[in-house]
Nanobody, 123 residues
Framework: VQLQASGGGLVQAGGSLTLSCITSGRTFSGDSMGWFRQAQGKEREFVATITGRGDITVYADVVKGRFTISRDNAKNTVFLRMNSLKPEDTATYYC?????????????????WGQGTLVTVSS
């Protein structure tokens, strides 16, 4: 199973970015997908998750109302649309796959991880 995240970059505060994560190697539609992030010197933290059918989404409070997670099962891809970005959103963002479809908010429940994509928000 491979997860390939992309879409990171440098953006000004208030701007937007969309991250993508393409999965290969297993049936995608039965798996929850999550986004986590890790800022330099900090622990990895939960951002958002979505169930296999896309019927349930969960967000961290710090991104609620600004970020949107979605998926296209036909393309084995999950997205994270990030609006109104803040300097404190600066981090490496990781996508993760949970074969149990739990839409969990902690990383230990996820079985596979992508390599991360760096998002830098300038003030």
């Amino acid at each position: 199973v491979q997860l390939q995240a992309s879409g990171g970059g440098l953006v000004q505060a208030g701007g937007s970015l969309t991250l993508s994560c393409i999965t290969s190697g297993r049936t995608f539609s039965g798996d929850s997908m999550g986004w986590f992030r890790q800022a330099q010197g900090k622990e990895r933290e939960f951002v958002a998750t979505i169930t296999g059918r896309g019927d349930i989404t969960v967000y961290a409070d710090v991104v609620k109302g600004r970020f949107t997670i979605s998926r296209d099962n036909a393309k084995n891809t999950v997205f994270l649309r990030m609006n109104s970005l803040k300097p404190e959103d600066t981090a490496t963002y990781y996508c993760a796959l949970d074969t149990k479809n739990l839409a969990a908010t902690t990383p230990e429940w996820y079985d596979y991880w992508g390599q991360g994509t760096l998002v830098t928000v300038s003030s």
